[in-house]
């Protein structure tokens, strides 16, 4: 990972155009008519320092890129983030990064723009999205005065809208994974996390296939379609 | 995964595929650096139950796969029954399609996801480059299973090694051992001379041949002591008088197992071998063979043989073990292992019954019959007694009258034997039943009864009944019993019917989603080897031996016989040979290990104790014994 950054980064400072802008990195896509079987998605969970995104921050990212319907584990991102001045004793117990770690880390700002050019503008998958991807957007303000809107969707919600009967005696991605028999190398882990996460969304992906849907579009709605009957059913 | 977790140059994801890769051969024995060029490479893809993973249609085969999660099933279609066949299961830490791959051809085999399934997959450059650089992976791939096959004997070969510290196969040619240009004589030599010979030459035997080099008797360091000793013979008279006539001969390519087995059955401690026209080459000595061994397969069986107390012969029994471990160490493999427990088993018995004929001899010639395991010489440490008498009545006596002699006898015998350790028969079936001590005329009724009316109960006797084996005592009223009880089963389409239903109740423990079936044992999970894992082999080998009138009681030479007849395909034979080796191979490593630690034995075992490997193999093999039961299913319409 730090050899492909240090190389991307050389390659773009090596350039004329000397730093480049976070506007030159590639568009967000819209969910349109790219088939399911072909598109690329990401599939991205991060490490904070807590749960508020309003003062907490951003340790470590992990994402795995799922391409043609497979994990594709030569195309992932697992990187550590600089942040060396905050007080790590709330979460250094759940993920296992101590200060040593993080010191370790790399430039927030050189990281930040590797990601958005890795990400190539892909929809985002996540699980409890709508938690990473504040923070996400936060950061990404913050660091690169980046504001443009990607596509989320929410594992979470993916999960019961392709098997509602399923019991898996609670919404958490732990419940899921094990419902599925999954074995998590290292939970808690952003990257082993993603992992997780991307193999739910393959099953998630086969039963949508086998229902008939083909477009990215179509997920996207039936996402939409699927968080308006919980809001309906009132829970 | 400790260790893997402090390498941080790798992403989390890469290294814990890794420590998957590593937990399964042949990626057990592969670098790092070759695990993490899999890992890098790899793609995660989901199949759900019933979905086609590989199929013929997709042409030549472009990726290699490794099982992560669930399980791949290969069908192919049987065009003769009409219907889909699974052909193998594949699980986790598994690869496939390996032949095709290497052949750089479609698969043959349907490959279907059985249950949630979740692959791993590289493309065939990231292979090739494996292929090329990693020699472990090379290996595997080429040579497939097998390799692994090899890779589990070469284990139970090491640990037992271990203790032995020699590394000289029984497999070897005797060649390697066979002495070149041994000493010769002619047959018309004074003794006094051929046994100058022998001393020039420190030899401590000679060879007596004749004008062409045939060898025609054995004169030895032994044979001379007893000479002296009881005086049989003058020094001065020509050595053809006191040679031992006849002496055992073999091809140079036979095996050194061959030679141990001829050595201890007949109690030779020479053998010679021979060419082509029979000429003498070459000659092996029981010390050549055993020189580096503490206990020694020839020289037991003389102990035991010649033994002159009781006490002896129950003494001798901790030796048996201690052989057993040095023949696993020498690589011997389980069919070799148990036939000599079975060969040392039956010297035991005939020295406890000549023992007791001298001490008391009940004056009627009988044979001692055999049967079930012992029968079948299929004797794990672990035995108990199944025997009986067959007697030929003599004139002017009734047959109870013999009984009132040979049972008081067989009573002693049957005690004795269990002060030997073969532990006394729960049900009864020991020669001092007055049912089981019968004339031939009586068993022959037995039989006709047995074979009628197939009672429950005659089901239940037919795995030990029809496993016979004469040990001590003429053999001709058994052969002429044996052919009898063959051609009536052979006419009997009904009972043939009814053993092959009963040999279909025993199911291999493997459940319907292909994993361990296990005894309910109190708290621990565990299979019995013995009943669940050999038993559905030796009876469905069994239904189809009697059915074609194999004469042979033991299972893997039966399961030979049924190839020659053209009952069981040459290919199948072989994989249902191995799987029932292997299984009788882990059962006789755990009665090893019981022992070391001083428990009792028993056929349990709890397959969380094995690792990876033997767990596969176990698994593959009871699958075997799910497609042994399959034909004897199609065979009989059960």
């Known amino acids: ?235 | 995964m400790a260790a893997s977790n402090q390498d941080n140059t790798r992403p989390q994801n890469t290294r814990s595929i890794m420590v998957f890769l590593q937990a399964h051969a042949p990626f057990s024995n592969m670098d790092d650096d070759h695990l993490a060029h899999f890992a890098e490479h790899a793609t995660l893809r989901f199949y759900a139950d019933g979905d086609v993973v590989l199929a013929a249609e997709d042409g030549v085969v472009n990726r290699f796969y490794v099982v992560k999660q669930g399980r791949i099933r290969g069908e192919r279609h049987n065009d003769k029954a009409d219907k889909t066949e699974t052909t193998f299961e594949i699980s986790i830490g598994e690869c496939f399609p390996l032949a095709a791959i290497v052949g750089e051809r479609p698969t043959r085999t349907l490959h279907r996801a059985a249950g949630d399934t979740f692959c791993l997959s590289i493309e065939q450059d990231a292979f090739i480059t494996l292929i090329s650089e990693s020699e472990p992976f090379r290996d595997f791939c080429l040579r497939g299973v097998s390799s692994l096959l090899d890779q589990v004997n070469q284990r139970i070969q090491t640990g037992a090694m271990a203790s032995m510290g020699s590394s000289i196969s029984l497999s070897t040619p005797l060649d390697r051992y066979a002495l070149r240009n041994p000493i010769v004589c002619t047959p018309d030599l004074p003794v006094r001379k051929a046994v100058a010979r022998m001393h020039e030459n420190n030899v401590g035997s000679i060879v007596i041949t004749d004008d062409n080099r045939h060898p025609a008797g054995i004169f030895t360091l032994r044979d001379l002591r007893t000479m002296i000793a009881e005086d049989t013979c003058s020094l001065d008279a020509p050595v053809r008088q006191i040679m031992t006539k006849d002496p055992c001969c073999l091809p140079a390519t036979a095996d050194a197992f061959a030679a141990a087995m001829l050595m201890a059955e007949h109690h030779f401690s020479h053998l010679c071998l021979v060419d082509e026209n029979n000429c003498l080459i070459g000659m092996v000595s029981e010390r050549d063979l055993f020189s580096l061994q503490r206990v020694d397969l020839v020289s037991l069986a003389r102990t035991i043989g010649t033994a002159t107390h009781l006490r002896t012969l129950v003494s001798l029994r901790t030796d048996v073990s201690r052989l057993v471990d040095a023949m696993l160490a020498h690589g011997a493999d389980s069919g070799q292992v148990v036939k000599i427990i079975t060969t040392l088993n039956d010297v035991t018995v005939r020295r406890v019954l000549e023992l007791n004929i001298k001490k008391n001899d009940p004056g009627i010639p009988f044979t001692w019959l055999t049967f079930g395991s012992e029968g079948r010489q299929e004797q794990t440490l672990l035995t108990d007694q199944d025997n009986g008498i067959l007697f030929q009545t003599p004139d002017g006596m009734t047959e109870d009258q013999v009984r009132e002699k040979l049972l008081p006898f067989a009573r002693v015998v049957n005690d004795e034997l269990a002060e030997c350790g073969f532990t006394l028969c729960k049900g009864n079936i020991m020669a001092s039943n007055p049912k089981l001590c019968l004339s031939d005329r009586e068993w022959d009724d037995w039989f006709v009864r047995f074979i009628d009316a197939s009672t429950p109960q005659n089901l239940v006797y037919s795995s030990i009944f029809l496993d016979m084996r004469a040990i001590y005592g003429p053999t001709d009223s058994l052969d002429e019993l044996l052919d009898k009880v063959l051609t009536r089963i052979q006419k009997n389409a009904l009972f043939q019917k009814m053993l092959a239903g009963n040999a279909f109740q025993r199911k291999p423990p493997l459940t319907m989603f292909r994993n361990f079936r296990y005894v309910t044992d109190g708290k621990k999970r565990s299979l019995d080897l013995k009943r669940q894992g050999l038993a559905p082999f030796v009876e469905s080998v069994r239904v189809f031996a009697l059915a074609n009138g194999v004469k042979s009681a033991n299972t893997l030479e039966r399961m030979d016989d049924l190839t020659k007849a053209g009952v069981f395909d040459a290919k199948d034979a072989n994989a249902w040979k191995d799987a029932y080796s292997l299984i009788q191979a882990i059962r006789m490593r755990s009665h090893q290990e019981m022992l070391e630690r001083g428990d009792e034995l028993t056929n349990y075992i709890d397959p969380d104790d094995l690792n990876p490997l033997d767990r596969r193999i176990l698994r593959e093999s009871f699958r075997q014994a799910q497609r042994l039961q399959q034909k004897l299913e199609v065979t009989y319409q059960l």
Request: charged fraction near 25%.
């Open chain 1, 1 to 235: 990972m730090l050899e492909q950054i240090k190389q991307w980064i050389e390659r773009r400072r090596g350039g004329q155009t000397g730093n480049i802008a976070p506007e030159k990195t590639p568009n967000p896509k819209v969910p349109g008519d790219q088939l399911l079987s072909e598109c690329r998605l990401i599939v991205l969970d991060l490490e904070t320092t807590g749960l508020n995104a309003s003062k907490d921050e951003v340790i470590a990212v992990g994402a795995v890129a799922i391409n043609g319907g497979a994990i594709d584990l030569s195309d992932q991102f697992d990187l550590i983030l600089r942040r060396p001045e905050l007080d790590l004793t709330e979460t250094v117990l759940i993920h296992g990064i101590g200060p040593e770690a993080l010191t370790q880390g790399h430039e927030t700002e050189d990281a930040l723009l590797f990601l958005l050019e890795w990400m190539n503008g892909d929809p985002v998958l996540a699980y409890h999205s709508a938690f990473d991807q504040k923070f996400l957007e936060k950061t990404l303000k913050a660091e690169l005065g980046y504001t443009r809107n990607h596509t989320w969707m929410d594992v979470a919600d993916l999960l019961p809208a392709f098997f509602p009967d399923a019991l898996t005696g609670g919404k958490g991605l732990d419940h899921w994974a094990d419902f599925f028999g999954l074995e998590v190398s290292a939970r808690h882990h952003a990257a082993s996390d993603a992992l997780a996460t991307a193999e739910l969304t393959l099953i998630a992906l086969n039963k949508a296939h086998k229902s008939g849907l083909k477009t990215l579009k179509e997920l996207h709605d039936k996402l939409r379609y699927h968080r308006r009957l919980q809001s309906i059913h009132g829970v």
